[in-house]
């Protein structure tokens, strides 16, 4: 199981800074995906770490945000700093049991396991 959090409102310029706790999983072995979703548009990618530390980033997104993992606490956290409104969306957070690469991470099918999303919502 997954639990995203740490969604709100912000304003533009501003930071936020998600969570994702897994439970009932090895989250070592886990690469965790977080991705986001706009009502009407598809799913996607914006950043993954893989269980060694690597990290993948959409290009909408890279400078601004930061994921990363914390295995003794089996969290991910996405820090968004420089926020604008076009981040507005759902955020979900997933797991992969595969190691991921370039070509691999965004894709939405690799995921294992999702949780709930959490609305960001930024405001101009």
């Known amino acids: 199981q997954l639990q995203a959090s740490g969604g709100g409102l912000v304003q533009a310029g501003g930071s936020l800074r998600l969570s994702c706790v897994a439970s009932?999983?090895?989250?070592?072995?886990?690469?965790i995906g977080w991705f986001r979703q706009v009502p009407g548009k598809v799913r996607e990618a914006v950043a993954c770490?893989?269980?060694?530390?690597?990290?993948y980033y959409d290009d909408s997104v890279k400078g601004r945000f930061t994921i990363s993992r914390d295995n003794a606490k089996n969290t991910v956290y996405l820090q968004m700093n420089s926020l604008k409104p076009e981040d507005t969306a759902v955020y979900y957070c997933a797991a992969d049991k595969d190691p991921p690469d370039g070509s691999s991470w965004y894709v939405r099918s690799e995921y294992d396991y999702w949780g709930q999303g959490t609305l960001v919502t930024v405001s101009s």
């Open positions: 009932g999983l090895s989250f070592d072995d886990y690469a």
């Open positions: 770490i893989a269980k060694d530390g690597a990290t």
